[in-house]
Each structure stands twice: as structure tokens, then as C-alpha cells.
């Protein structure tokens, strides 16, 4: 497989932000080349293109299958695994949102709860206690919208946040027309 040098620009580049995402460079390359391929992929297909080893390769689909990114497809005739990462962006996005909701943001929460039913013992802990109470709720306003946000379909959620902006630019010009007035 060749790939030509926008493909590899774009590879390198998600390979690169894989470690800032949470995820290896590998990983990260071996999913920028499934999301810009227009037909599924097999492992010698991933392995060829990238110039990985069968057994990275393997170890990073199979990180993509944990965390839910990729689709396992058969082709008829075919005894391979073919791979692919879904059609829609934000089905993607939503996919990313829940599997680090699930794996960072539900244990803080439980940890953060489990401090706050302590007792706090002087002042110091009490404020310390203070300060995590608004982690808390802060972390749980945020997931209490992302829970209400991810049942709008695609194209609402798009103007919703289109809109959002506008919101936001009133708020602004709110603000400024009050300094000149006052």
C-alpha cells in the first residue's frame, strides 16, 4: 500500500498526538490510516502501509477495540479481519467522550464522593474538603450536559453549538455596551 504524502503528513501527525491523547504513536497511526481510508483494512494491509510489525499492529487494533473506535468487518469469501473506524465524525467524538467518561471521569467522581463523606478533621481538611466539594460539582454540571447533550442528533448539535457562539457574542456585547453607559 502507498501512500501518498497528504496521507502520510496526516498519519505522522495523528501518531504524534496519540501520546498527548492517551494513547501510543503506534495506536494513533494505525487509526489516522483507518479513518482515511476509504475501504476496510486488514492487518497486512495496516502493517504494509505503515511499515509496522504484524504484532504492532495487532496490539494496537486491539487497543482500538477496547476502547470501541474501530469496526470489525468480514468480506465475503475472505477468512481476515477487515477494519474500519465509523462513517460519521461525531459518532466518533461520542465514542471518544464516553469511553473517557467511563474510564477517567466515573472513578473521580466515586473517589471525590468517597472524600466527601469523610469527616473533616480541623481546618485545614475542611477546606481542603471545600475545594473538592467544587470539583464535584463542577465535574458532575459537566457530565449532567454531556448526558443531555448526547441524546441530540447530529445536525441539532451542530446548530446548538453554532448557536452557542452567537449566545456567547450577545453576552459580550452586553458587557461592552454597559462600559459605555456606565
Known amino acids: ?26 495506536v494513533g497511526q494505525i487509526y ?20 509496522f510489525s504484524r504484532s504492532n499492529v495487532s496490539m494496537g487494533l486491539k487497543e482500538l477495540e477496547s476502547l470501541n473506535l474501530i469496526r470489525l468487518k468480514h468480506l465475503p469469501g475472505d477468512r481476515r479481519d477487515y ?18 467518561r467511563k474510564r477517567e471521569i466515573e472513578p473521580t467522581l466515586s473517589m471525590l464522593r468517597s ?6 478533621d480541623g481546618i485545614e481538611e475542611n477546606y481542603a474538603q471545600s475545594k473538592i466539594q467544587e470539583m464535584y460539582d463542577l465535574i458532575n454540571v459537566l457530565t449532567n450536559w454531556y448526558n443531555d447533550i448526547k441524546k ?24 461592552k455596551l454597559k462600559l459605555v453607559k456606565g
Open 152 to 175: 441530540i442528533d447530529n445536525k441539532k448539535l451542530e446548530q446548538l453549538l453554532n448557536l452557542g457562539s452567537k449566545i456567547y457574542k450577545l453576552y459580550a456585547m452586553k458587557d
Open 32 to 51: 489516522a490510516l483507518l479513518y482515511i481510508s476509504a475501504n476496510a483494512l486488514n492487518a497486512e494491509e495496516i502493517s504494509s502501509g505503515l511499515g
Open 115 to 120: 472524600m466527601l463523606l469523610e469527616q473533616p
Open 1 to 26: 500500500m502507498n501512500l501518498d504524502q497528504l496521507e502520510q503528513q496526516f498519519i505522522i501527525h495523528f501518531g504524534e498526538m496519540g501520546s498527548k491523547w492517551g494513547i501510543n504513536r503506534t
Open 83 to 100: 477494519f474500519s473506524t465509523p462513517d460519521d465524525l461525531w459518532d466518533i467524538v461520542r465514542t471518544l467522550i464516553e469511553e473517557r
